[in-house]
């Protein structure tokens, strides 16, 4: 599965359940919030204070490697959706602002599964201020975030060369993509491998890659023992 697949993916589940830019260039994909009136007006969409990206740690499946990097099964929940129309259109135009507007200032938005909310990230404090004064026509939650869309989308790029680069076990992976949840650059890999794992850690950070372990596929040959 290439990263692109992976995102269509994406974005088939949100229609079933980040250069920095000013406000005016993000006009054709989001709403920007109105100004005050005179008189009665409608309330303005919720938005949360910051609050941290939730950890999966503790989420059943996952754990926590020696390196730092998550690793969690094939049947760990890595994305969300939505069957409420406006909230699916709205994690569409959060995602396209996230991947091609300001790449560098926003990370991967998210829809909440135990709310139904979409989930904002902010990577940078313009992004933040971009996010704070646009309305996406749904309640949101705007969180910071330590990794943007440009690095986790560089890290799903670099980590499918890593076989012609002859690192060790880069044979396993046969798939990458976002981990809206988390954001991270999730990678999925045949069979758990120290080696590979490793040197994952060594190129990428720890705590923007989730490493999904799937048994069921079968790497070519040339592996070393785990």
Not at 14 to 37: D, E, H, K, R
Not at 122 to 130: D, N, S
Not at 139 to 167: W, Y
Request: some cysteine; glycine content about 6%; overall charge negative.
């Amino acid at each position: 599965m290439t990263r692109r697949i992976a995102l269509a993916l994406a974005a088939m589940l949100a229609v079933g359940a980040c250069s920095s830019q000013t406000v005016s260039t993000l006009a054709p994909l989001i709403t920007p919030a109105a100004p005050a009136q005179a008189g009665p007006t409608q309330a303005p969409t919720p938005i949360e204070t910051p609050t941290p990206v939730v950890s999966a740690v503790a989420s059943a499946g996952a754990s926590l490697d020696a390196t730092g990097i998550l690793i969690v099964g094939r049947d760990y929940q890595l994305q969300s959706g939505s069957r409420d129309e406006a909230v699916s259109t709205a994690f569409g135009r959060a995602l396209q602002l996230a991947e091609d507007v300001s790449p560098t200032d926003f990370g991967y938005p998210w829809i909440d599964p135990s709310t139904g909310a979409l989930v904002v990230s902010a990577a940078t404090a313009h992004g933040r201020a971009l996010l704070e004064s646009t309305s996406f026509g749904v309640p949101i939650r705007i969180r910071d975030v330590a990794h943007s869309c440009a690095e986790l989308r560089k890290i799903q790029d670099d980590a499918t060369f890593l076989n012609g680069q002859e690192v060790p076990d880069a044979v396993l992976i046969y798939g990458t993509g976002p981990d809206f949840r988390d954001n991270r650059a999730w990678i999925t890999i045949a069979r758990f491998s120290r080696p590979l794992l490793d040197e994952l850690a060594r190129r990428f950070p720890p705590d923007a890659v989730i490493v999904v372990v799937d048994p069921t596929r079968y790497p070519l040959q040339g592996t070393t023992t785990p």
